[in-house]
């Protein structure tokens, strides 16, 4: 079983930053895909970023290209989401999520390919 726990959320001004951090237990995660999904008031969770733990791959929502970036920690078992540049588009509560990956078909992108979800940390961008 996996477990993840969230934090680093809180009220930031326009063009600050951020840096969340996704805590999972276990030793090791290799075989895992992590992401970062994020959702405002009235609207559906988005997808924001995921890497593939062993490779280090990453994906990354359009809008959070060269602002975001997703990394992990091998030896803290951890997943970070550095976020720059911040906008009041930005305010969501901020999910991480992970998944198993076993070599097939995945879709990054969908919350629902994703079985192990955090409590969330809110991110608040004032203007």
């Known amino acids: 079983q996996v477990q993840l726990v969230e934090s680093g959320g809180g009220l930031v001004q326009a063009g600050g930053s951020l840096r969340l951090s996704c805590a999972a237990s276990?030793?090791?995660?290799?075989?895992?895909?992590m992401g970062w999904f994020r959702q405002a008031p009235g609207k559906e969770r988005e997808f924001v970023a995921a890497?593939?733990?062993?490779?280090?791959?990453?994906h990354y929502l359009d809008s959070v290209k060269g602002r975001f970036t997703i990394s992990r920690d091998n030896d803290k078992n951890t997943v970070y989401l550095q976020m720059n540049s911040l906008n009041p588009e930005d305010t969501a509560v901020y999910y991480c999520a992970g998944q198993w990956y076993s070599g097939t078909y995945f879709d990054y992108y969908s919350p629902r390919e994703y079985d192990y979800w955090g409590q969330g940390t809110q991110v608040t961008v004032s203007s």
């Open positions: 276990g030793r090791t995660f290799s075989g895992i895909v």
């Open positions: 890497i593939r733990w062993s490779a280090g791959i990453t």
